[in-house]
């Protein structure tokens, strides 16, 4: 990566509008981060422990808790050093890695989102044939892809905001380091590279939802042929979470990144929303409205001594 910059370190200012808030917003966040953390260890926990989970789906609900442990885990520690009234400084390399872990955790979820919806339209469209074709190779290939194509589109993301110069101003006006605040700190024109950006940040999202509503047109179809009421309820109630949890991962990223005018307060209340509580809501949703999960998630509870016999 070419870095022509003279500028060594930024300083994160923090969330907009928030002066004298310091410590509230460090007990607020701090809970929300323990929480998440706690939450997706026990979801991982509980699909380990059960072989009753050892099946596709919960094979990439796995691969979600862990980078829903690590995405926040990208900018929440520095915005908890320096809340709690630590130098608000990050290194030049720092910085660059918190951008492009963000993108790369970010892409990563965006596509697995878009393997579990194909996931749930083979288990509900072809039941009989589910096994054969969501075989321990194809969700192999399926989880390795999902990560190998959020690390070219985080590379490229990286690559594109630092080949910039940075030689003026480093104060960087968010609480982590991102793509559009970077952008107005470099000592060059950006309006090319902002529109490169906003193309590529807004393509590959909006190609994963498209597959995923083609997905669940399908599903619907399939679901609304079933006879039974109680087979519907079934098929409703396992798709449900899902639509839930893609619904609370795709509204930030279309606030944050796809608005012409970007507002920063905004902008700052909906990812650190993105950041912190989508990720301590997903094991709610999918553990709530499953009665395997939560059988094992109880199970797993006893056995740490969180729960009497």
């Known amino acids: 990566m070419r870095n022509r910059s003279v500028v060594t370190e930024f300083v994160l200012l923090g969330i907009p509008n928030t002066e004298g808030l310091e410590t509230m917003l460090f007990i607020l966040f701090l809970s929300f981060y323990i929480f998440t953390l706690m939450g997706n260890l026990l979801i991982l926990l509980a699909i380990i422990s059960s072989t009753r989970l050892h099946t596709p789906m919960y094979f990439f609900l796995c691969k979600l808790s862990i980078f829903d442990i690590f995405f926040p885990s990208v900018s929440s520690p520095k915005m908890l050093f320096y809340l709690s009234g630590n130098s608000r400084a ?65 590379t490229f993301l990286t690559t594109l905001t630092f080949q910039l110069p940075y030689c003026g101003p480093n ?112 094991p709610l949703i999918y553990s709530l409205r499953n009665k395997e999960v939560k059988s094992s998630l109880w199970k797993v509870l006893h056995l740490l001594g969180f729960l009497p016999e």
């Open 90 to 154: 990050i290194s030049y390399a720092g910085c660059v890695s918190q951008l492009f872990f963000y993108h790369f955790l970010g892409c990563t979820e965006c596509f697995l989102y878009t393997v579990m919806a194909y996931d749930r339209f083979v288990a509900i469209c072809y039941p009989l044939r589910y096994t054969i074709i969501m075989s321990h190779r194809v969700c192999a290939i399926l989880a390795a892809g999902t990560s190998f194509f959020g690390c070219i589109q985080a």
């Open 171 to 282: 104060e960087v006006d968010y609480y982590f380091c991102d793509i559009p605040v970077m952008l107005k700190l470099a000592c060059a024109d950006t309006s090319a590279l902002e529109m490169v950006g906003f193309i590529s940040v807004g393509l590959m999202p909006l190609s994963c939802f498209l597959l995923i509503l083609t997905s669940y047109s399908f599903i619907v179809c399939s679901i609304l042929q079933i006879r039974s009421a109680e087979g519907r309820r079934r098929a409703f109630s396992t798709c449900s979470a899902h639509l839930t949890a893609i619904l609370l991962f795709y509204m930030p990223v279309v606030l944050i990144y796809l608005r012409p005018t970007p507002s920063p307060w905004l902008d700052a209340t909906v990812q650190v929303l993105n950041n912190l509580v989508t990720p301590m809501l997903n």
